[in-house]
């Protein structure tokens, strides 16, 4: 299943980069794609694995650039 959501104040397009390096690492997630001209996430996981997923993902935004929020749209 496919989840998007918004990163508000993204502000550099390598971070988005390594946002979606780090975020495509973390266990049970089949794909992420963070698109830094419309700020937003795409993760493709299992239903029952996304809250994990979740929480690990805005862990991994936090350490690359701590102002960004990310936001379930």
Known sequence: MKYVYKLEKLQCAACAAKMEREIGK???VRNASVVFMTMKLTIEADESDIA?????ASKAIRRIEPDVMMKKV
């Open 52 to 56: 994990s997923i979740e929480s690990e």
């Open 26 to 28: 973390i266990e049970g």
